[in-house]
């Protein structure tokens, strides 16, 4: 004998912030298309707004953007004592930076350009560990 239910399994919420428009919009309908509840933000400030307010499971953000960018924003959420898993893009393939971000406390570093299925998976796999 089987249960079934009616009811949807919970979905995943994802933050995504990105300044570049083109790139927030085609993330953003990777992730929905994914079965994600998304959130965007074109900044740190609305970023950060938004984690106040709602629910959030991970945080996928650029990490250059004007003014403060995903390095910041994750130093923002790891001082709040957040365990909200945060995932980086990066057009710029530095080994430095990848150093740097994993140490501060990102999950995961995403190259640009990147492909859908590359994000899809870190992101299940992050959600699911």
């Not at 003014?67 to 004592?81: A, C, H, P, S, V």
């Not at 930076?97 to 999950?107: I, K, N």
Request: charged share 30%.
């Amino acid at each position: 004998m089987r249960l079934v239910s009616d009811e949807e399994p919970e979905k995943k919420s994802i933050l995504v912030v990105e300044d570049d428009e083109v790139a927030l919009d085609l993330l953003a309908e990777i992730l929905r298309r994914n079965n994600f509840t998304v959130w965007t933000a074109s900044s740190v400030v609305s970023a950060l707004d938004l984690i106040k307010k709602n629910p959030v499971d991970l945080v996928l953000s650029d990490i250059r953007m004007p003014e403060k960018g995903g390095m910041d924003l994750l130093k923002y959420i790891r001082e709040d004592n957040s365990r909200i898993p945060v995932v980086l893009l990066s057009a710029f393939g530095d080994e430095h930076l990848w150093v740097e971000a994993l140490s501060a406390g990102a999950v995961d570093l995403i190259p640009k350009p990147f492909k859908k299925q590359e994000i899809i998976d870190v992101i299940n796999k992050t959600l699911a560990g």
